[in-house]
């Protein structure tokens, strides 16, 4: 068996050995250094001669520095490194996400379902931690008392923050898929008018006309929830008559008619300092409205599963459609669906409107008949 030689060097305390390494025909020389500090022996590497530039004499500088506390040890520095390395967990991950994202929408939603739910259970674990199992008795545990569509959410916020610590380079790739409920997308909310007037008159009475103003909006407009918060004096444009949306979800930004019901709430509103039409605390863009909204519906006495604002978005779309006067291509661009395969839902609506009309033409056509 074959031993390492260590070579010794004029200055106490450092030697060499020697690598298999050979450079123009030379071996390198590998340095180390042996001191104590606060009375234990240390013994560690300092570098190799072709490879680090290393000398005797740099290695012995070393030393000195090493023994007077002027620079830490290896070991030192490993642990200090180790201390500095953060450890990326799903809430540091979701952290660094809402710096990086401050366009994007919902924030407040997102966070409460992720402190609610996901936090208590996958929020101090890394990606490389999370199994495909406790996600699947995650899934199976919400869907005992929440809604598909809830918990398809939720799951889809856990993956997307997993998707983005991977991209960002927080994580090795994880290698399994994360399985989301079934959901009905296909569900339209409408208002018969008895609903909707005592809507409008819940929105009357209501102490917060801030709210108000924003469900009428999504009534009159069919705008989404994070399109009317979203929404600055910049993006009105009261002389054309045009509602500029910035980002939609359907895709590129656009612009859709004001209408003059659209056109009155706005004119009638209080400007303040802020950009913002229905700005928040401090100015600043409004995050929360859920128990205004809430208030309002139950005021309003609305079906327990309507949603307050989408579901208004979708009687927007109902009453267009079913006036069968309107196009589905123009309620595709009204409602900024990317696809029309989104707007589809609420053909059979325009579809009755047709019928309706056609047995109307029929009915005139017999009227003359009979006269003849």
């Known amino acids: 068996m074959s031993t390492i030689t260590r070579n010794k060097t004029k200055y106490p305390g450092v030697y060499s050995i020697k690598s298999n390494v050979h450079v123009a025909g030379k071996q390198e020389s590998i340095y180390y250094i042996r001191y104590r500090k606060k009375g234990k022996l240390i013994e560690e590497k300092v570098g190799r001669q072709f490879q680090d530039n290393m000398t005797a004499a740099r290695a ?17 520095k490993r642990e200090e490194q180790h201390k500095n390395t953060k450890r990326w967990t799903i809430k540091a991950i979701w952290e660094t996400y809402q710096k990086n994202n401050h366009s994007a929408d919902n924030f407040s939603r997102d966070d409460y379902r992720l402190s609610k739910h996901v936090f208590p259970v996958f929020g101090n674990r890394t990606i490389e931690e999370i199994n495909p199992i406790e996600v699947d008795k995650f899934r199976a545990k919400k869907l005992k008392s929440l809604a598909p569509a809830t918990v398809s959410d939720m799951l889809s916020i856990l993956r997307r923050l997993m998707n983005y610590g991977v991209a960002m380079g927080l994580s090795n790739p994880y290698t399994f898929k994360i399985k989301l409920p079934k959901v009905d997308n296909v569900k339209t909310e409408d208002l018969t008018n008895e609903q909707l007037s005592n809507l409008f008159t819940a929105l009357e009475k209501d102490p917060d006309q801030d709210v108000a103003d924003i469900m009428r909006i999504a009534l009159f407009t069919g705008m ?12 009105l444009d009261f002389e054309r008559g ?27 509103r209080v400007k303040t300092d802020s950009a913002y039409v229905f700005p928040g605390r401090y100015g600043g863009k409004r995050v929360e ?35 069968g006067k ?17 707007t589809q839902r609420y053909a059979h609506l325009r579809d009755e409107a047709l019928r309706n009309a056609s047995e109307l033409a029929g009915n005139i056509m017999e009227n003359i008949e009979n006269e003849d």
């Open 242 to 268: 045009f509602i500029f949306i910035k980002n939609p979800k359907g895709g590129k930004s656009i612009n859709i008619p004001m209408n003059k019901n659209a056109r009155t709430v706005f004119k009638n």
């Open 60 to 76: 012995n500088q070393i030393r000195s520095f090493r023994i007077n506390g002027k620079e830490k040890s290896n070991a030192e």
């Open 326 to 342: 309107v196009d589905m291509y123009t309620l595709q661009r009204l409602l900024t669906h990317k696809s029309p395969s989104m």
């Open 224 to 235: 989404r929830r994070g399109e009317i918060l979203n929404l600055t004096w910049d993006d």
């Open 289 to 323: 409205i859920r128990r205004t909204l809430n208030r309002i519906k139950k005021e309003a006495k609305l079906p327990p599963d309507f949603r307050p604002l989408h579901g208004l978005r979708h009687v927007f779309a109902s009453h267009i459609a079913s006036s």
